[in-house]
T-cell receptor, first 110, second 115 residues
Framework: GQNIDQPTEMTATEGAIVQINCTYQ??????LFWYQQHAGEAPTFLSY????GLEEKGRFSSFLSRSKGYSYLLLKELQMKDSASYLC???????????FGKGNQVVVIP | SAVISQKPSRDICQRGTSLTIQCQVD?????MFWYRQQPGQSLTLIAT?????????ESGFVIDKFPISRPNLTFSTLTVSNMSPEDSSIYLC????????????FGEGSRLTVL
């Protein structure tokens, strides 16, 4: 099975940096995903980590430590449009059935 | 990538009735999934829709309550049967266009309110 834990909400100002953490427990690790979900919209894919280390993609970076069962998503130069829920997810098995964490709501203020 | 159309986008339903949600994809995909997102909650996987065979349900979900069809590689339906207020939720269709990238694409969701 799998168990995914995320803190629930944070507020940050435009231009700031926020780090969203995710810890997980899963039998048979097969990568970790981050998704962004704006209110009232469908989730959209942000990143995928399968190896340890930091993956940078523009203003967003994602880090993974498999030994610690830990990942974080780093949002830099925050913009108002980054206000959303950020969900981490791990595959239940190799067929990409994803189990999602509860999500972390980020509110960006001027 | 994949473009997914879901309908209805929202509906208000009476207790005890059933509603079928349709999911149409603009390309053939192997993997299709149905998720539920209850108010203020994250996504919970209901089942994997298998083309030409019975869906594979996750723990806590059963075929009698959530029958699923998958007649071909571009279309699936989810029925929410004998609805109660606890079924008020957003139901999302999701696909993995492959090849096993793990990147899921989601439909816009169907928001059901059961009175």
């Amino acid at each position: 099975g799998q168990n995914i834990d995320q803190p629930t909400e944070m507020t940050a100002t435009e231009g700031a940096i926020v780090q969203i953490n995710c810890t997980y427990q899963t039998s048979g690790f097969n990568g970790l995903f981050w998704y962004q979900q704006h209110a009232g919209e469908a989730p959209t894919f942000l990143s995928y980590n399968v190896l340890d280390g930091l993956e940078e993609k523009g203003r967003f970076s994602s880090f993974l430590s498999r030994s610690k069962g830990y990942s974080y998503l780093l949002l830099k130069e925050l913009q108002m449009k980054d206000s959303a829920s950020y969900l981490c997810a791990v595959p239940v098995d190799g067929n990409n059935r994803l189990a999602f964490g509860k999500g972390n709501q980020v509110v960006v203020i001027p | 990538s994949a473009v997914i159309s879901q309908k209805p986008s929202r509906d208000i339903c009476q207790r005890g009735t059933s509603l079928t949600i349709q999911c149409q994809v603009d390309s053939q995909v192997t993997m299709m999934f149905w998720y539920r997102q209850q108010p203020g909650q994250s996504l919970t996987l209901i089942a994997t829709a298998n083309q030409g065979s019975e869906a594979t349900y996750e723990s806590g979900f059963v075929i009698d309550k959530f029958p699923i069809s998958r007649p071909n590689l571009t279309f699936s339906t989810l029925t929410v049967s004998n609805m109660s207020p606890e079924d008020s939720s957003i139901y999302l269709c999701s696909v993995d266009p492959g090849p096993l990238t793990g990147e899921l694409f989601f439909g816009e969701g169907s928001r059901l309110t059961v009175l």
